[in-house]
């Protein structure tokens, strides 16, 4: 078994980036999730109200980040670390965010065709992983939904895709690692993993939103691959594709590196 693709979402809500390596930190790959869209109120926005999310481009450039979407003239935005702070609302948790500044703030309401504002994690800030399901009370994660990283499988999606009418890509389920070598389902039994130096502990099955329903192309949405999983892949803790992580050390993962089961 082995890392078959690496993706960071470096803005939460936006298109996925495709990396050939990644540095493990205890709240989440390197440059994933790290900034947050949030509408006048301080609400985090994401792909379930607002499937044009998924046309936002995200480009690393050698001093931060290019944003590009249909129609609007790209951006280039470089990350600011401190300046003016604010509390955002993502979930149940309330973050310390620092405001990333009009010009980006005019950019992303003009193509979310509300107003919203870019804002960045703050430097020391952690916002805490479920301690039901955490390995350790200091477990945190960055701003993905509620862990560090999100594990799926090849052989899992190449299984769904047998019962869909048109077959999906993994973009849908916005995973970090994906993995080949395994059984289809396999990652339902999985607990630790190592990559090299690097362990991490699946906690939680990923229970899935509309967020899959939504080409990660186009902004679309369908019925599928929901109404599918729902048929077979229904558990308590809603419909599953996906294992939740949390990162017990740190390293660099590369695609390709072997994956063993502990």
């Not at 280039?76 to 009009?102: E, H, K, M």
């Not at 990660?216 to 599928?224: I, K, P």
């Amino acid at each position: 078994m082995q890392i078959h693709a690496l993706y960071i979402y470096p803005i939460k809500g936006c298109r996925g980036v495709s990396v050939n390596q990644a540095k493990v930190e205890d709240i989440g790959l390197a440059d994933d999730r790290r900034y947050l869209v949030v509408d006048a109120d301080g609400k985090f926005l994401s792909q379930r109200e607002l499937p044009a999310m998924a046309r936002i481009v995200v480009t690393a450039t050698a001093t931060g980040w290019q944003l590009a979407s249909d129609n609007h003239a790209p951006l280039q935005i470089t990350p600011l670390y401190t300046g003016i702070t604010r509390l955002v609302t993502i979930w149940r948790n309330t973050s310390t965010v620092v405001d990333q500044g009009n010009d980006v703030a005019e950019w992303f309401s003009h193509v979310l065709g509300q107003p919203c504002r870019l804002v960045r994690m703050a430097l020391g800030y952690r916002r805490h992983v479920d301690p039901k399901y955490a390995t350790h009370p200091a477990d945190a994660v960055s701003f993905a939904d509620g862990y560090a990283s999100l594990i799926a499988n090849e052989a899992s999606l190449a299984d769904l895709n047998t019962r869909l009418a048109t077959p999906i890509g993994m973009d849908r389920f916005r995973p970090n690692i994906v993995v080949s070598g395994a059984t289809a389902w396999a990652e339902d039994q999985w607990h630790e993993l190592q990559v090299g130096n690097v362990t991490m502990t699946a906690v939680k099955p990923c229970a899935r939103c509309t967020v899959t329903t939504t080409d990660q192309l186009t902004g679309e949405r369908s019925l599928e691959p929901l109404a599918t999983l729902n048929t077979f892949r229904k558990q308590a803790l809603g419909v599953i594709f996906g294992q939740n992580l949390v990162h017990g050390s740190s390293g660099i993962i590369h695609v390709g590196d072997p994956i063993t089961l502990r």
